[in-house]
């Protein structure tokens, strides 16, 4: 079997999954986004998922990322794939990761977003980047440090400073269940911050939630982008053919 077929097949049995978990809440298909998570995997399978119909990649390490992006480019340059930030990010990194990400989902602190709002004019003005850059909060929901993401008490403050940034675009929010909790009780917190977030924001309508292992109960809870990577993939570490 080629890697494409080992790609297709998975592809398929994640669309399959996808489908049932939208059908069973009572949502149409395409409102979930299903976004390939290839960090550690080469550029060549982000450019087969190309190939195959998937449209949204996504990374956690800028370095990997930028160089990864730059390789499928060259690879398909007519692919039109976007490519997402979902790792933590420190604001050292916010120059380089501009240059590459049409969306970072890992905003969690008011000075990571002014930093990237700087780095989004700077990328503008030496020709660089062309839009605004689309932004996620993460909201930590287990208030673990060292898993990152917002507070839900200091939510609507960040999403302030984001929308004061004329470079950046708040599209919504993103989540990891917390390791050994409940993944539904945690999404269905973050479905009800989504609701509070849109009083204000009603353009945040993006809820990122949901992976391998969870997918289905995120979806139950009204998430619209699932981050899928072993399941697509394969396991971490290992090299594609």
């Excluded at 390791?179 to 309508?205: I, K, M, Q, T």
Aim: with cysteine.
């Amino acid at each position: 079997m080629t890697r494409r077929d080992e790609l297709a097949e998975a592809l398929a049995a994640v669309e399959d999954r996808v489908a049932r978990a939208c059908a069973a809440a009572g949502r149409p298909r395409e409102a979930v986004r299903l976004l390939a998570v290839t960090k550690t995997f080469p550029a060549s399978d982000a450019a087969l998922l190309a190939d195959l119909g998937v449209r949204d990649v996504a990374e956690n390490r800028d370095q990997e990322a930028g160089e990864k992006a730059a390789e499928v480019a060259s690879l398909r340059p007519d692919s039109g794939l976007r490519w997402h930030m979902v790792g933590r990010l420190q604001r050292n990194k916010a120059r380089s990761v501009v240059r590459w990400a049409d969306e970072v989902q890992s905003v969690d602190s008011e000075r990571l977003a002014g930093a990237l709002a700087k780095a989004v004019r700077a990328a503008r003005d030496a020709g660089e980047r062309e839009s605004a850059l689309d932004v996620l909060i993460q909201v930590s929901l287990d208030d673990d440090p060292e898993r990152g993401g917002c507070p839900l008490n200091e939510l609507g403050r960040l999403a302030e400073r984001i929308t004061r940034e004329g470079d950046l675009s708040l599209r919504g929010l993103m989540a990891v269940a917390p390791l050994g909790g409940d993944p539904a009780e945690a999404f269905e917190r973050l479905a009800r911050a989504g609701d509070s977030l849109r009083v204000d924001h009603p353009n945040a309508g993006e809820v990122s939630a949901g992976m391998s292992n969870d997918l289905e109960q995120a979806i139950t809870h009204g998430s619209t982008c699932v981050r899928v990577g072993t399941a697509l993939l394969g396991g971490r570490g290992l090299a594609s053919p």
